[in-house]
């Protein structure tokens, strides 16, 4: 499949294999077919990419092809995934009761790192790091000090018992929530546009202000929504103006 399509025949096709069999089931069970986001996995990027670019070469999938990478990281690929997952039927009942678990320790560790850490406590620790001390500071204010969560979790006897791994992505959460909120704020910009579906039987050479290389690669792609329609290689700004016009119009009628 990975080959057919253009992309490398290694965790490329996998990925590939894994939708199409997902969405083969679904179809058979009378359920529409599962369509990640690029918000939402790297598999979502890739086929995005493959439908609306297409590719010269054997397509390899890397993190800078994804523009919400800061949302798409290792450490939270259980919180992206598994409700999806379990949705669709690809989640036991073990594995799901084993993500809830784990998600209600995250969300305390977020909630214990919010609080007040003790002052004299907090006062010794950021003086060894070379930092000055604020009164009232939190856990979460020393972890934005360069302070390491493992350090904190030893000095203030935090966290017993929750895996490194949790930890860990509670502290990436903490230490980038400036990042984290500006591509949260771009990819509920993105998710509007997806919400923008297009007709599948819209007849792109009867809209009357459409370039003509965008009214060629529209009809070839067939895109699903406005989305996708805007990362179409030769589709330009004006050209998903005139599209927004187009639907609006047409839901007025």
């Not at 080959?3 to 529409?32: C, D, H, M, V, W």
């Not at 909630?111 to 620790?125: H, M």
């Not at 989305?227 to 589709?235: C, D, H, K, T, W």
Request: aromatic share 6%.
């Amino acid at each position: 499949a990975g080959q057919i399509n253009g992309t490398s025949g290694y965790e490329e096709a996998a990925a590939q294999g894994l939708i199409a069999g997902l969405n083969a089931s679904l179809k058979l069970r009378g359920l529409p077919p599962l369509i990640l986001r690029r918000d939402q996995a790297y598999i979502g990027v890739l086929i995005d990419d493959l439908v609306t670019k297409g590719t010269d070469e054997p397509y390899r999938m890397m993190t800078s092809r994804a523009e919400f990478r800061l949302l798409l990281r290792q450490d939270n690929a259980d919180v992206r995934l598994t409700e999806i997952g379990r949705e669709c039927g690809l989640v036991s009942d073990e594995r799901w009761e084993r993500y809830l678990e784990r998600k209600k320790m995250r969300g305390e560790v977020l909630k214990t790192l919010a609080e007040r850490a003790d002052n004299k406590q907090a006062a010794a620790l950021l003086e060894a790091h070379g930092e000055h001390f604020t009164n009232g500071v939190t856990y979460a204010d020393l972890l934005r000090r360069n302070i390491p969560i493992a350090e904190i979790k030893h000095e203030f006897d935090l966290f017993e018992g929750v895996p490194n791994d949790i930890l860990l992505s509670a502290e990436t959460e903490v230490r980038y929530e400036g990042y984290l909120k500006t591509s949260e704020r771009e990819r509920e910009k993105a998710k509007k546009m997806e919400e923008k579906p297009l007709p599948p039987d819209i007849d792109y050479a009867n809209i009357d202000g459409l370039r003509l290389e965008a009214r060629e690669k529209l009809a070839r792609i067939r895109p699903l929504n406005l989305g996708q329609a805007e990362r179409i290689s030769g589709v330009n700004p004006a050209d998903i103006a005139v599209l927004m016009v187009y639907l609006t119009l047409k839901e007025h009628k």
